[in-house]
């Protein structure tokens, strides 16, 4: 158990929809970073918030958008789902920045199946 | 943009058999670190390395970090089938980079 906790842990919907994921990092961490993984697939960075700010952003489409709440909680939120959106998405935290190599610990994911 | 590019993307050995993957950047990090993702599971953190030609062992694990540090390896002895799963490294730059993985199979 990594201490990082994300909800829900399976999410069915259709195409158009929109869903927030939502993520409570590990006590202590200020970081949390969203990544999606698709079949077979690595890891896709996201987006990456501390302490509430957004602090860097990968491949995250438009359509997606997240935010890194007072008590450091994150949520992500997808909308107008496409059947490409079905993936594991993964929240991490760290301490501070990985940019600085810190260690970056993951939840156990939220799986989406869009239909 | 910065990529972290392993080699090779999938690996099926006999147990007892030794596995390296490989793990290179297109520019110099400041750290590397690798994790383990189990099948179904979810990527944890093994080791990170910071120095340039830096080399760490954990049980039959091995890593190294190159001199230049834009590569990086993880060599198992003697696989065995709890060392299934898929395996990534991530570089520090400017930002924190995830490789593409290698998937390890062990086969018994």
């Known amino acids: 158990d990594s201490g990082v906790t994300q909800t829900p842990k399976h999410l069915i919907t259709a195409t158009g929809q929109r869903v927030t994921l939502r993520c409570s990092p590990r006590?202590?961490?200020?970081?949390v970073y969203w990544y999606q993984q698709s079949l077979d697939q690595g890891l896709q960075f996201l987006i990456q918030?501390?302490?509430?700010?957004?602090?860097a952003k990968g491949n995250i489409l438009e359509r997606f958008s997240a935010q890194q709440f007072p008590d450091l909680h994150s949520e992500l939120n997808l909308s107008s789902l496409e059947l490409g959106d079905s993936a594991l998405y993964f929240c991490?935290?760290?301490?501070?920045?990985?940019?600085?190599?810190?260690?970056?610990?993951f939840g156990p994911g939220t799986r989406l199946l869009v239909l | 943009g910065q990529q972290v590019m392993q080699i090779p993307q999938y690996q099926h050995v006999q147990e007892g058999e030794d596995f390296t993957t490989y793990c290179n950047s297109s520019?110099?990090?400041?750290?590397i670190q690798w994790y383990k993702q189990r099948p179904g599971g979810h990527p944890v953190f093994l080791i990170q390395?910071?120095?340039?030609?830096e080399v760490k062992k954990q049980k039959r694990l091995t890593f190294q970090f190159g001199e230049a540090k834009k590569n990086s390896s993880l060599h198992i002895t003697a696989t065995q089938t709890t060392d299934v799963g898929t395996y990534f490294c991530?570089?520090?730059?400017?930002?924190?980079?995830f490789g593409t993985g290698t998937s390890l199979t062990v086969i018994p």
């Open positions: 991490a935290s760290s301490v501070g920045l990985a940019g600085f190599g810190e260690t970056q610990y």
């Open positions: 006590s202590g961490d200020l970081s």
């Open positions: 918030y501390y302490n509430g700010e957004e602090r």
């Open positions: 520019t110099t990090l400041s750290n």
């Open positions: 390395l910071v120095k340039s030609g």
């Open positions: 991530a570089g520090s730059g400017n930002q924190f980079y």
